[in-house]
Antibody
């Protein structure tokens, strides 16, 4: 059974940093592109970042480029998102997702990030 | 402002059919078949219902179907059930700007 379990969210002050982790199991992690998608409270879904199988290619939405870093450790079956220079509008549930056939076929339960003073 | 346009809400009675539209441009929906639909119940993670315009993942009911015409994609739910009450989001690959776009979501209510 495919499982994606996020951790690392919490309350952080504006300008602060957090590192989200996603533990993957039930599939060959190193064979898949992976993504982070976020959802502000009561709002819609927004793609944040994408990483290829060996971590050599990364892509970001303009609003987080230069502040967030997506990475992975295939030996640990783990995906990460480093969030720096956090702003109030970064507050959201962050979902770890597996990229399937031009879509996201499995989602974790999410990790909540709240940016507030 | 979401890049893909969906109606805010759709409602119908059990057993009826509904169709949710998702309108984009020739740079996204109109140019590629990489359109997906997701179902999200309150407090839960999204679930993939349709990928590549009209393909259903294993385990998704055949009451759910997808299609596309020009710059607009559609999700049809037939034989509406109470359990179908949820938010539905479309997404598409895009060739300019942000490569992955979502719609603003449609709340489906079963009367």
């Amino acid at each position: 059974e495919v499982q994606l379990v996020e951790s690392g969210g919490g309350l952080v002050q504006p300008g602060g940093s957090l590192r989200l982790s996603c533990a993957a199991s039930g599939f060959t992690f190193s064979s898949y592109w992976m993504s982070w998608v976020r959802q502000a409270p009561g709002k819609g879904l927004h793609w944040v970042a994408h990483i290829n199988q060996d971590g050599s290619q990364t892509f970001y939405v303009d609003s987080v480029r230069g502040r967030f870093t997506i990475s992975r450790d295939n030996a640990k079956n783990s995906l990460y998102l480093q969030l720096n220079s956090l702003r109030a509008d970064d507050s959201a549930m962050y979902y770890c997702t597996r990229a399937g056939v031009w879509s996201w076929d499995y989602w974790g339960q999410g990790s909540l990030v709240t940016v507030s003073s | 402002q979401s890049a893909l346009t969906q109606p805010a809400s759709v409602s119908a009675s059990p057993g009826q059919s509904i169709t949710i539209s998702c309108t984009g441009t020739s740079s996204d929906i109109g140019g590629y078949n990489h359109v997906s639909w997701f179902q999200q119940h309150p407090g839960k993670a999204p679930k993939l219902m349709i990928y590549e315009v009209s393909n259903r993942p294993s385990g998704v009911s055949d009451r759910f179907s997808g299609s596309k015409s020009g710059n607009t994609a559609s999700l049809t739910i037939s034989g509406l059930l109470a359990e179908d009450e949820a938010d539905y989001y479309c997404s598409s690959y895009a060739s300019s700007g942000t490569p992955w776009l979502f719609g603003g979501g449609t709340k489906v209510s079963v009367l």
